[in-house]
């Protein structure tokens, strides 16, 4: 009786996790800090430039990531689903801005007698702001169709349901945009003001380093778009609305909101993030297919897991840390560069083997509770 | 008329006329037209475009449609018949606004094939039925009056005598079914289920002698598919396990086939039998590498990790970094073919060495699911907390799923590299791990027939389908989401009663037991 008091069943004893995550933990952070040492202090292999050079880069990604990664965790904090499709509906606001762009373009301003000048030569910050809107616009269109047709009817259905959906809606919006488009890659026809590569420079130990214009209008205008969507979020009525809905949507439909109409409205605001991303891409990358959304799609997904699925801030902060680590951490470790991608899974799953809801998951629990 | 039915019908209408559009725009209409046309008779030469007639057969067919399900099902007859035709009305009314756009594009000679690549001037000129301004007019008309018909026509069968009529054909049958039954002596009926496996057996084992290599390839994929699907529902349907990445299983089984068996990176030939035991086992280490460290994560988190697993071995695969060691982007070539009892095995061995692969693991499947460790399963899927507190030791079961699972994609990947006698990085991509998980939900969780159903319907299906080349990825997609807002539950629901209280909250709710974030709620 009192050794059975004293030693209390051994629940834990094969709690194989508990013996092997520290280790697994250990290994990792090892190898990455001796790799660290050896390319950082032991060789000192890149000078200075090169990492600013990197870190420019990684926030320019990190930008359109964080842009993409809010609109799965809008959808995912709301209706717990992956939305699949969202990598598509950033490639339709690619198309959207490739073609604005080709429009504008085409379209010839000169004066009689001068040589032909285009719109979006001529007035290049117009049509910046066109493409941007109709980008926006086209991709919010498809995600209020996308949830209106393949996941308003599967709001009851056990978890997967939708998921599939969600797979057979990415495979045709990439079919159809495929079969309209052809599936040759394009040029992105950047107004000449921005053309890709020009830029500022600055001058670091006697070397270039360029800021593009691209570049700065990418991250300028992400951390605005992400600023704009936190204030609405937290202070206006809609957002209001969409946290209530996110935190219990019986309660919410009794309190007088509409819950399918925030649905909507949550899938058009994700679209348009996701739109504007789309149009960031084409111009900072220059280039538009019909496979152009699925890779920035998963990556995307993956920061917004990363920073803890359902919590807004915490994509922004997923997509600026998956991003610098794709273009730093190669680098850093002096590993190929082909091996970018398995840095950044890595460091996600040792992240959340550690915290298990991602960087700042466990804010959204506490709020709802 | 009331405001609703004008609604409702011209929403349609609108509907109709956009994937009209759409599927003029994707050139789908000259395809279907050289079908019918084919179907009738006259074939249509590569490269040629078929008869205008044959693509008004094809609007027509469509154009009764549009009013067939314009017809709402309740109602007075004559606002049926409006809706019918109001909704052609309009969807005519949008073909035709479009059909003047493109005629305008001929007569100014604009080409913007370069954006729009079906919009070639034949084409256009095909879609106006070759009569110019006339075709416009002609598909207005087609489509209100066929609107009309169609709203007809579904009056007409789904009138109350019809629905009668069938009602008493499926009671003649039913009788007729009963009455050969009860003529039958009793030891047919008994052993008759025998008799349909032994007949199952034989045509087995005929048809990949009869049909030739083409069909044993397509069904040969289709059998590996089941077995994979069988991997993947024991961590998914049976431990409620979320795993995206088993295509990075798969790799593990292929490529150690691959690479005992082949010339090129390391000139090791062990065979064919004991290299696939080799597969196997380094898939079930894979599955123990991956399961370890992340038995704490559920959902989602899950789903994204093992996701990223599957993506780590494809990225390493393909790198430059294990060229030496695993061949590269270029895969692994001229594997080795296996040998039975001294003779190298051709395609029909093949479909043997699948179906006995795939009969194995089903057998493995019914005993695994029928066992202690099965009901352990079964219970962690619906409440790990629960299952903890009843003495089941939750890690080990779920660790078990996943090595248990990882043995079967192990087996099919090994099987898969030999047959194709190579292997490379593009075999395993997130696209195999996709396209698993769609073939488990599509058939049915836990459900057998239903993976086999599904493994037909996703990759045998698109493979026959080859004549609709450039159209399967995108029919394969609108039949996803088709599939899933008609049949939820899968093609073939799994029909083993569920061992939870009927009627309580949390039957069907989730897939997996409450997770962070969600139990909050």
């Not at chain 1, 799965?72 to 490739?98: C, D, K, P, S, W």
């Not at chain 1, 152009?292 to 801030?313: C, E, M, Q, R, W």
């Amino acid at each position: 009786m009192e050794s059975n008091l004293k030693s209390p069943p051994k629940l834990t004893r094969r709690n194989y996790s508990k013996i092997i995550r520290p280790i697994f933990g250990l290994l990792v952070f090892g190898s990455i800090l001796w790799r660290l040492y050896e390319v950082l202090i032991a060789q000192q292999a890149y000078s200075a430039e090169i990492w600013v050079r990197l870190l420019i880069s990684g926030l320019i990604i990190g930008g359109v990531y964080a842009l993409i990664a809010i609109g799965y965790t809008l959808v995912y904090g709301i209706l717990f689903m992956i939305n699949f499709a969202h990598g598509e509906i950033m490639m339709i606001g690619t198309f959207a801005g490739y073609f604005l762009f080709e429009a504008t373009k085409s379209i010839n301003v000169a004066a009689e007698g001068s040589p032909p000048l285009s719109f979006s030569d001529a007035y290049p910050l117009i049509s910046v702001i066109l493409a941007f809107l109709v980008g926006m616009t086209v991709a919010a269109t498809a995600g209020f169709f996308l949830e209106k047709i393949a996941y308003r009817p599967l709001r009851k259905a056990p978890r997967l349901v939708p998921l599939i959906s969600a797979i057979g809606a990415s495979f045709f919006l990439q079919n159809a945009a495929q079969l309209l488009f052809s599936p040759q890659v394009r040029d992105y026809t950047n107004p000449q003001a921005i053309a890709r590569g020009s830029g500022w420079s600055l001058i670091i130990n006697g070397s270039r380093v360029v800021i593009t214009y691209t570049g700065a209008l990418t991250f300028i205008l992400s951390i605005l778009l992400m600023i704009g969507l936190y204030v609405m979020v937290q202070k206006t009525k809609l957002g209001k609305a969409m946290r209530a809905v996110a935190s219990d949507k019986n309660t919410a439909a009794l309190m007088g909101i509409d819950v399918d109409a925030i649905i909507s409205r949550t899938f058009i605001i994700s679209g348009a993030l996701a739109g504007a991303a789309g149009v960031m891409w084409g111009l900072h990358n220059g280039l538009v297919h019909f496979f152009v959304g699925f890779l920035p799609g998963i990556k995307a997904f993956t920061a917004a897991v990363l920073g803890g699925i359902g919590n807004i801030p915490g994509a922004m902060l997923g997509g600026m840390f998956l991003g610098l680590i794709e273009s730093l951490g190669p680098t850093a470790l002096g590993i190929s560069y082909q091996l970018k991608d398995v840095i950044a899974f890595v460091i996600m799953i040792v992240i959340l083997i550690f915290r298990p809801s991602g960087i700042l998951g466990e804010v959204l629990s506490e709020e709802k509770v | 008329m009331n405001k609703e039915i004008i609604r409702s019908s011209s929403q349609k209408g609108l509907l109709f006329g956009i994937v009209m559009i759409f599927l003029v725009l994707i050139n789908f209409h000259l395809m279907a037209s050289t079908m019918i046309s084919k179907l009738m008779g006259t074939n249509v030469l590569r490269g040629s475009l078929p008869e205008a007639r044959f693509f008004i057969i094809f609007l027509v067919l469509y154009a009764i449609w549009v009013g067939w399900s314009a017809a709402s099902r309740e109602g007075k007859t004559i606002h049926k018949l409006f809706e019918g035709l109001f909704a052609g009305l309009i969807a005519g009314l949008t073909v035709a606004l479009f059909g003047l756009l493109l005629f305008y594009m001929l007569e100014t000679q604009t080409d913007i094939r370069k954006y729009l690549t079906a919009l070639s001037f034949p084409s256009m000129r095909f879609f106006l039925l070759d009569m110019g301004e006339l075709g416009i007019l002609v598909h207005f008309g087609l489509f209100t009056l066929l609107g009309l018909l169609g709203s007809a026509l579904a009056v007409g069968l789904r009138s109350q005598k019809v629905a009668h009529f069938k009602q008493g054909v499926k009671t003649a049958i039913t009788n007729l079914r009963l009455r050969i039954t009860n003529a039958l002596p009793e030891s047919v009926n008994k052993y008759g289920k025998y008799g349909i496996y032994l007949l199952l057996l034989v045509i087995l084992f005929l048809l990949p002698t009869r049909w030739g290599s083409y069909y044993n390839f397509v069904f040969g994929m289709v059998g590996l598919y089941v077995i994979l699907g069988i991997g993947l529902n024991i961590m998914l349907g049976l431990s409620g396990q979320f795993m995206i990445g088993i295509a990075a299983l798969f790799a593990m089984g292929a490529y150690s086939v691959a690479l005992l068996n082949s010339p090129i990176p390391h000139g090791l030939m062990w065979g064919f039998w004991p290299s696939l035991a080799v597969g196997v086992v380094m898939a079930v280490i894979g599955g123990l590498l991956l399961g370890l460290p992340i038995m704490r994560l559920r959902g989602d988190y899950l789903g994204i990790v093992t996701l990223g697993f599957g993506e780590i071995i494809r990225i390493l695969l393909n790198s430059d970094l294990l060229t030496d060691i695993t061949g590269g982007p270029r895969g692994v070539q001229n594997i080795q073919q296996p040998t039975f009892l001294g003779t190298p095995f051709n395609d029909v061995m093949y479909a043997y060495l699948i179906i006995v692969a795939m009969a194995v693991s089903i057998f493995l499947y019914y005993r695994l699911e029928n066992s202690r460790t099965g009901r352990a399963w079964l219970s962690i899927k619906e409440d790990a907390l629960v299952a903890q507190a009843t003495g089941i030791d939750v890690q080990k079961y779920k660790l078990l799923a996943l090595c248990v699972g990882a043995a079967f994609a192990g087996l099919a990947g090994g099987i898969f590299a030999a047959r194709n006698q190579f292997t490379g990085p593009n075999d395993h991509t997130l696209m195999v791990s996709i396209n698993v998980l769609s073939v488990v939900i599509v058939g049915g969780l836990n459900s057998i027939p239903g993976i086999i159903l599904g493994s037909f319907a996703l990759r045998g299906l698109p493979e026959l389908l080859r004549e609709l080349e450039t159209y399967r990825l995108l029919v394969f997609g609108a039949l996803l989401v088709f599939m899933m807002l008609v049949r939820p539950d899968g093609l073939w629901p799994a029909s083993r009663p569920d061992l939870e209280e009927k009627g309580s909250p949390g039957l069907k709710e989730d897939i997996e037991p409450a997770e962070e974030g969600r139990s909050n709620d």
